[in-house]
């Protein structure tokens, strides 16, 4: 390869951080220095004909697993406490039927694991990349060269983790990785054309390693955000600015500022964004926004809110470049927390749970300037109902109204998939009339992960996205592991700046696939008129002469006039009007009919249709929308959720009862009264001083706690007590609560127990268990991985069904596929007698090593239930503890004979130790509750001798805990109780 290399010498310069001498609100950048080399490559065609094009290798790997520093979340801490206070808004939402796809197309294949998809477009081109490799389409999606290495254009450097950027101000394109050798590589293209144009490519170095990169353009720089140091985000170096203009004519000058973000709050693994500028028009140099979501879950964040740090660099004189404290934007309640951190969240049909892709904003958040203002618009993922099984996306758009100014929230929503799935790797732009495409993948336990999209018009009702969702592309086949994306990625065609290119993530069997799918929401037809919306009547108190007010939009490109318009209610007569007005292409009018309805009946729903019959109109389907509306009693209130207590194990007689309360009439209330009766007993009656206003929630927990301390259901019901609340149906809400040891109840006399159980060291001679339940957690035994092993059991009755469960995955929940014994059955068809039997209980090879819960069960004359908490009639359970080893060295032995500390300080303030023989590396901190729910997730150092963590379970619901330490090699675990 002819190739020119500039070799740079360079001394970072290191500033110590601080605050500006000059405004206070300042701080100074932390890291100044150049490029630690620019390289000249030839053109991919120059490449390919001089035969030095590197073809892309499809090795099936693992790329970059995720990085994450101390997770500071906090068990229980947050709101909201059950659902997203918008989820609603968004499902109840009329919808405006959508375009289908102008293209799709497969962009890659490919065995990473992830993929990590990321594509823009150009005037005549779409560039892609993934793990380790890229590839130049045509805009018909036909290939111009075959998949290439990233070290195509980056010699010897195929580490991953890429960015594909589309630069319409300078008619270049840019491809990024980062290098294990800690830093950005960035290749900016010498020309508009990818295929044709040599490359300039730059080295930046880091003083670490710059996990998850994401860039974005500002007037004075590329900049880079990256989750490094998050201990120390606060004050060293974390987001960066390079100097795009010297890069876009290759100078090897270019140089690079490094920022921290002051005062951010981080959960371990972060990602924030540099905000990204799409249209015509470039901001003026400065005042470069970086945003960040802060999440109420974290430790030391008190609300929710977001993040904006506004970054001004001087290239002249870099040492005075500065980055701002951080404007804070309070936002709706959201959870965005997922499995107290981990990255394995989300369930599919077959597989494992797969990453939500938390605590990120998802890439880009784009940037675009208007006549009248600036906006921004950007997404995350978030917890729908509080079960950390269903994903949302909670998204925004921020408006500035001069540069310069503070942003302010202009909308606010969350999304939700219509049909019930998971909603998450977000991706969304907005196109140049204000119009905005959001696109993401889709999973739950019935839909393979696929991708979908959905928007909104300029004009429609704020704080939800109205048009219905379309399909880019449906999955087949599970996501072979647990990681998923990391990313998905949306460009506006620079072209017309109003078609949305968007590429991501999905599976049909075999490699992962990335597939794009373009897309526009704006005017396409020459006449298309319809109705968006039914603005009023609203759910309210309502007469009998209400005035029905539609939205019309002209979809079109030609103006409309005198537009024939209906409506109809329930199945009365449709009422015929004409709207004489005139609608220019792309916007809407109001038009409020003459004749009004009869919506005066209380409690009554109304079902009203409008619609559009322009005669010339080119696209029916968008002509008709329906609602219902609800005559709302004046005083109505009720209980829509229990949030607490929840069902669980070792339950208190003190359990808090805490409640959602909703006006549902259209009066405000405030002291009310509130009871609830447990078990059929005396209410408990308090008076609630808050005030809910017409529509909304409010939080309330009891003074009195309820007493679920005995084993078992309790019914637990709630209610309102408001006077001259008409409708009493909504005033009651019941939970069963069940106060569970995960302990079966079951009668082993006769013989049908476990009499006898024998398996290596544990040599058990039980008889019948009092309750039919044993708890021998403290009898262990060692079993190689891939070893039969023989387990003696005894019974003194025939026909006895056994069942054995080993806990592989320490999630304190037995599930199907850590079955052991499976039904085995113990001396068939006989009846009283001696039976004693040896069975061969295999061990998997890939069996996690280290301690984990077994259950041993019975069952008589049926099989064992495949729930192991499932009481029967005859049969026994019984607890014991296994260590998984890999042989019987003296390492293996010294790593099992070490014990695992747990301290409760007071308060639920928990800290755990261990003292290793045998390993210093970062080991896992893993704590579950009784439904097999990981609630904390965390990476833990050895440091000074052994592995010592605090954990705060103060907010977490009473009950019985497991807690898990180790890595792939080994684990301990141990049971602790939450008061």
Known sequence: MNTKFFLLLFIPVIITAGYSQNKINEQKATLVTKAGYMIEIPSISEQIASG???????????????????????????????????????????????????????????????????????????????????????????????????????????????????????????????????????????????????????????????????????????????????????????????????????????????????????????????FNVNGPELPPPGNAPIVYMQDDSWFGVSQDHLKIWSINVDWDTPANSTISNPQIINTQPFDGLFDGGSFSNLPQPTGQDIDALQATIMYMAQYRRFSDHN?????????????????????????????????????????????????????????????????????????????????????????????????????????????????????????????????????????????????????????????????????????????????????????????????????????????????????????????????????????????????????????TVSIIVTHLYSDDIGVTEISSPESGIYMSDEEAVSITVTNFGVAAQTDFPVSYFLNGGEAVTETVSGTVEPGSTLYYTFAQTADLSVIGDHELTVSTDLAGDLNTNNDYTTAIITNSLCQPELLCVQGVGLYEFHLGNIQNISGCDPGGYGDYTDLSTSLQQGSANDLTIATEYGDVFVTVW?????????????????????????????????????????????????????????????????????????????????????????????DLILLNGGSNQFTMIYNPVATTETLILTVHNINGQTILRNRVPYNNGNYRFEFDMSYAQPGVYLLRLGSGNFGKIKRFYVK
């Not at 490109?557 to 024939?564: A, F, L, R, T, Y």
Request: net charge negative; hydrophobic share 35%.
């Open 52 to 274: 030095e094009f590197k073809e892309a290798t499809n090795i099936k790997k693992e790329y970059n697993p995720k990085r994450r520093d101390a997770n500071l979340s906090v068990p229980g801490k947050g709101l909201p406490i059950g659902s997203d206070p918008l989820w609603q808004k968004q499902t109840k939402a009329t919808k405006i039927k959508g375009k289908e796809p102008i293209l799709t197309f497969e962009a890659a294949s490919a065995y990473a694991t992830p993929t990590d998809p990321t594509g823009a477009v150009g005037p005549n081109h779409f560039l892609n990349a993934w793990n380790s490799s890229f590839r130049i389409w045509d805009k018909e999606g036909n290939p111009l060269v075959s998949p290439a290495s990233l070290g195509t254009i980056f010699p010897g450097e195929t580490d991953g983790d890429p960015i594909v950027m589309y630069d319409p101000f300078a008619d270049r394109f840019i491809v990024t990785q980062f290098t294990f050798l800690n830093g950005f590589l960035v290749a900016v293209s010498q020309g508009p054309d990818p295929v044709n144009s040599g490359w300039y490519t730059y080295y930046f170095p880091t003083n670490s390693f710059p996990d998850y990169p994401k860039f974005s353009l500002w007037s004075d720089g590329y900049y880079i955000t990256s989750n490094k140091n998050s201990g120390s985000a606060g004050f060293s170096e974390v987001v960066y600015a390079i100097e795009r203009d010297k890069m876009l004519i290759g100078d090897p000058d270019a140089q690079m500022i490094g920022f921290p973000l002051p005062n951010i709050s981080t959960n371990g693994f972060y990602s924030p964004l540099g």
């Open 375 to 623: 906006a921004v618009v950007f997404n995350f993922v978030v917890d729908l109902d509080g079960s950390d099984d269903l994903a949302g996306i909670r998204w925004y758009e921020l408006r500035q109204e001069n540069d310069g100014d503070n942003w302010n929230i202009y909308q606010e929503g969350t999304y939700a998939q219509p049909e019930g799935h998971s909603a998450f790797s977000g991706n969304m732009c907005m196109d140049g009339q204000g119009n905005i495409g959001l696109a993401y993948t889709i999973v739950s336990n019935t839909k393979y992960p696929s991708l979908r999209y959905t928007g909104r018009y300029a004009s429609d009702p704020l704080n939800i996205m109205t048009l219905a969702e379309e399909s880019i592309a449906e999955g087949t086949s599970q996501d072979p592991a647990s990681r998923y994306g990391d990313y998905s990625q949306m460009t506006i065609d620079p072209v017309d700046d109003l078609t949305f290119w968007s590429i991501g993530e999905y599976f049909t069997g075999g490699p992962r696939k990335n597939h794009v799918g373009v897309f526009k929401i704006a005017a396409e037809l020459q006449n298309d008129v319809g109705i968006v919306s039914i603005d009023s009547p609203q759910d309210g108190s309502l007469t009998n002469a209400e005035e029905i007010t539609i939205t019309i939009r002209n979809f079109g490109i030609n103006e409309q006039s005198d537009i024939p318009v209906y409506y109809k209610i329930n199945d009365g007569l449709e009422v015929n009007e004409v709207f004489t007005g005139t609608i220019q292409s792309n916007t809407n009018q109001q038009f409020t009919f003459t004749t009004t309805g009869d919506f005066s009946e209380p409690g009554m729903e109304y079902h009203i249709s409008a619609g559009t019959s322009m005669l010339a109109d080119q696209n029916i389907e968008n002509d």
């Open 806 to 898: 080993i806990d592989f995955n320490d999630n304190f929940y037995y599930e199907p596929d850590e079955i052991v014994v499976d039904n085995y059955i113990i001396a068939p068809g006989e009846t009283g007698g001696n039976y004693a039997e040896t069975i061969s209980m295999l061990i998997p090879s890939i069996a996690p090593i280290g301690q984990h819960l077994m259950r041993a069960k019975s069952n008589y004359n049926a099989e064992v239930p495949a729930d192991p908490c499932e009481e029967t009639i005859f049969g026994e359970t019984e607890d014991y503890t296994v260590e998984i080893i890999l042989g019987t060295g003296a390492g293996d032995q010294q790593i099992e004979n070490n």
